[in-house]
């Protein structure tokens, strides 16, 4: 019999999406773990953990009420206007029944930062949508009590299950151009160490802002091309180079404050190590 860990109550936000999945499976061995989804599946409809939230529709208020959560992670993709109004709730939640949120962001909050890596403690600055959109939610729960939230940073993040690995796999098999970006300094994970590290700042009670990419830093185009002998295909991949900028630029978060044990931390040979198996 699997023991919990304590009492617990985690809600996990969109967790029919490829990390939200992967976040239920690490953490519901251990604690009293209820998640949304939109996609309908016989799968999730028989689980009773699982409540369908549709945010376009749906008040999550509902959701809340009925499993009273100590901990709320917040993995959820859609428009973004709909998701802001989401966190406003869910930091009036939060604030009001001081429990905790951890809300995964992305590297795109540094993203018009392009000379150098970013660290926990810079200020965010992004040319894009999706950037803007992250750093908004992120500083509406900034102003929430310090120690009711964890801000995790991702890198692209990789996996045999992931998005970007299936896509890869989908456009060499239909012979399908697949593109790189040769100038591109970036940091990488996956899916399962993210998992791992959730877990730990959850056991741990940490908060504050984490950056969970790997300690090594790559070329989008060498590490994408690493992928693909890693799964060792028969139809030649067909590259398509993008260049967005006559220099490197990085799309980097690193970490230097917060930084977790050295079983948590990641390096990009390890990603590649994980898909061959």
């Given at each position: 019999?699997?023991?919990r ?17 992967a ?29 369908q ?9 509902e ?38 949120i ?7 909050v ?6 150098y890596p ?8 992004s ?13 509406m ?19 045999a ?7 890869i ?25 993210v998992?791992?590290?959730?877990h730990y ?71 590649l ?5």
């Amino acid at each position: 019999m699997i023991k919990r860990e304590n009492k617990h109550r985690i809600l996990i936000i969109g967790a029919s999406g490829f990390l939200g999945s992967a976040i239920y499976k690490e953490l519901y061995p251990y604690f009293k773990a209820f998640a949304t989804y939109y996609t309908t599946s016989k799968q999730f409809e028989k689980n009773h953990q699982f409540f369908q939230y549709n945010i376009e529709e749906d008040d999550i208020y509902e959701i809340l009420d009925i499993v009273k959560p100590t901990i709320i992670i917040s993995t959820i993709r859609g428009d973004f206007s709909k998701q802001v109004l989401m966190h406003q709730h869910l930091t009036e939640y939060v604030f009001a029944n001081k429990i905790r949120i951890i809300f995964l962001s992305s590297a795109n909050v540094f993203d018009a930062y392009i000379k150098y890596p970013s660290y926990e403690e810079d200020k965010t600055y992004s040319n894009s949508i999706y950037g803007h959109f992250k750093i908004k939610i992120e500083n509406m729960l900034l102003r929430l009590p310090k120690k009711q939230v964890a801000i995790l940073r991702l890198p692209m993040v990789f996996g045999a299950q992931s998005p970007r690995v299936q896509e890869i796999i989908k456009f060499i098999n239909e012979k399908e151009p697949i593109e790189v970006f040769p100038n591109l300094i970036m940091n990488v994970t996956t899916d399962s160490k993210v998992t791992q590290q959730i877990h730990y700042i959850i056991n741990r009670n940490k908060y504050g802002i984490f950056h969970l990419g790997s300690n090594d830093l790559v070329h989008h185009e060498d590490f994408i091309k690493e992928i693909i002998a890693s799964l060792e295909f028969e139809n030649k991949p067909i590259y398509k180079r993008v260049y967005t900028t006559n220099d490197d630029r990085y799309l980097a978060v690193l970490p230097k404050f917060n930084k977790l044990p050295k079983h948590l931390q990641i390096k990009s040979e390890a990603i590649l190590a994980d898909l061959k198996l």
